[in-house]
């Protein structure tokens, strides 16, 4: 049974920061690429970054682009989401997320999902 479990949510004023954590288990880690998605209020959820297995190749929304950043720790079981500038309009709760690639996952072809933690940017 795999399971992720996000934490470092919380509320932040706009234009700090936050990073996120995602904790593995219940697979090889390093077998699955790993992502993060968002779903704000009144919102579909949305791609925001993904990487490979190995760490090398990232994948980013536009949203994202220059502020964020997805890194894993292989040996932690760990991916994170350092997220910098945060704008209001990045409040949603994120999700982790793992599948077979990153581009898959950028396609939402996730095969596993996390419960959430939420992030809320005020002005």
């Known amino acids: 049974q795999v399971q992720l479990v996000e934490s470092g949510g919380g509320l932040v004023q706009a234009g700090g920061s936050l990073r996120l954590s995602c904790a593995a288990s219940?697979?090889?880690?390093?077998?699955?690429?790993m992502g993060w998605f968002r779903r704000a209020p009144g919102k579909d959820r949305e791609f925001v970054a993904a990487?490979?297995?190995?760490?090398?190749?990232?994948l980013y929304a536009d949203s994202g682009e220059g502020r964020f950043t997805i890194s894993r720790d292989n040996a932690k079981n760990t991916v994170y989401l350092q997220m910098n500038s945060l704008k209001p309009e990045d409040t949603a709760v994120y999700y982790c997320?793992?599948?077979?690639?990153?581009?898959?996952?950028?396609?939402?072809?996730?095969?596993?999902w996390g419960q959430g933690t939420q992030v809320t940017v005020s002005s």
């Open positions: 990487i490979s297995r190995s760490g090398v190749g990232t």
């Open positions: 997320a793992a599948g077979s690639t990153a581009d898959g996952l950028r396609r939402s072809l996730a095969e596993y």
């Open positions: 219940g697979h090889t880690f390093s077998s699955k690429a």
